[in-house]
């Protein structure tokens, strides 16, 4: 059964601490989307990772994804109350074939002033 | 562009009623998914489109639950007799082919009572 895991589930940090959102998944995908959600909000696009050694930068947002270690991570630099929200990592387990994705458990971040 | 549309935003209803969730994609897009999000379950893939024709349907929880793409431009999900193990988010996506990025709509909260 393909498995999409998130970890840690929820993070607790202060503002101006750096810290990394880690997705594993069980198979082989060289293409990985990360959505953010704010609450009671819909999904908002993020970044796609498009092959092994990706890595893509969004202001304190850099995400990363390594195919063989089946790993994505998205690292947080300097953290500020507006990155508040959940985080999910998605895996497009046909390879871009169909765009069909399988999400992850979501990593629910809360950054305190 | 608008984006994707959904409706209702909200939508309280009895056990055993039949609801009616309504979504229209971003012009031009030619995939269609419909998802479902709880606590318990996450964000589960439903059922895709592609050019209006379902493609995948295993994530349909079970005969309760129908969609249909009539035309590119509108897509309904129907749940007949819907029951309270219902209640979630359900959110429509769409996509400009294969291998990109998804675009969900606002969400229909549905509460089955």
């Known amino acids: 059964e393909l498995k999409v895991e998130q970890n840690p589930l929820f993070l607790s940090m202060q503002e101006g601490k750096n810290y990394t959102i880690y997705c594993n998944y069980s198979?082989?995908?060289?293409?990985l989307y990360w959505y953010r959600q704010d609450p009671g909000k819909s999904l908002e696009s993020l970044f796609v990772l498009l092959s092994n050694g990706a890595v893509k930068q969004e202001g304190r947002l850099m995400a990363s994804l390594d195919t063989k270690a089946r790993l994505s991570t998205l690292h947080i630099t300097a953290a500020v109350h507006d990155l508040s929200a959940t985080y999910f990592c998605?895996?497009?387990?046909?390879?871009?074939?169909?765009?069909?994705?399988?999400f992850g458990t979501g990593t629910l971040l809360a950054v305190q002033p | 562009d608008a984006g994707v549309i959904q409706s209702p935003r909200h939508e309280v209803t009895e056990m055993g009623q039949e609801v009616t969730l309504r979504c229209k994609p971003i012009?031009?897009?030619?995939?269609l998914f419909w998802y479902r999000q709880t606590m318990m379950r996450g964000l589960e893939l439903l059922i895709y489109f592609n050019n209006n024709v379902p493609i995948d349907d295993s994530g349909m929880p079970e005969d309760r639950f129908s969609a249909k793409m009539p035309n590119a431009s509108f897509s309904t999900l129907k749940i007949q007799p819907s029951e309270p193990r219902d209640s979630a988010v359900y959110f429509c996506a769409s996509s400009f082919r294969a291998k990109n990025i998804q675009y969900f709509g606002a969400g229909t909260r549905l509460s089955v009572l």
């Open positions: 012009s031009g897009h030619d995939y």
């Open positions: 198979t082989t995908s060289d293409r």
């Open positions: 998605a895996v497009d387990i046909y390879g871009g074939a169909t765009n069909k994705l399988i």
